[in-house]
Nanobody, 125 residues
Framework: QVQLVESGGGLVQAGGSLRLSCAASGRTFSNYIIGWFRQAPGKERDFVAAINWSRSATKVADSVKDRLIISRDNAKNTVYLQMNSLKPEDTAVYYC??????????????????WGQGTQVTVSS
């Protein structure tokens, strides 16, 4: 079992930045790929970014790849999502999720086993 807790969300003006954190506890953190997803009201949960345990492989959605950096600190059992130049369309609940290590970093919600409760990000225009 892996427990995930997101933090760092909030209200920000368009063009601003936020850094989300995903703190993990439970089983060995470094054995898991950690992903970020977001879900806006009335929409499906969309992939944002993911990173493997060694930081040798990351995957970032095309819609945000120029504005976002994913990183992880295995010593702190934490994954970070730095989001810059935020837009109103980035408004959503952001979730982190974990799946056991595999060769290819997955980008679909069904590939992830453990989920956090989410943190709200609201970008005002």
């Amino acid at each position: 079992q892996v427990q995930l807790v997101e933090s760092g969300g909030g209200l920000v003006q368009a063009g601003g930045s936020l850094r989300l954190s995903c703190a993990a506890s439970g089983r060995t953190f470094s054995n898991y790929i950690i992903g970020w997803f977001r879900q806006a009201p009335g929409k499906e949960r969309d992939f944002v970014a993911a990173i493997n345990w060694s930081r040798s492989a990351t995957k970032v959605a095309d819609s945000v790849k120029d504005r976002l950096i994913i990183s992880r600190d295995n010593a702190k059992n934490t994954v970070y999502l730095q989001m810059n130049s935020l837009k109103p369309e980035d408004t959503a609940v952001y979730y982190c999720a974990a799946t056991p290590q595999r060769l290819i970093v997955p980008a679909t919600p069904n590939d992830y086993t453990y989920w956090g409760q989410g943190t709200q990000v609201t970008v005002s225009s």
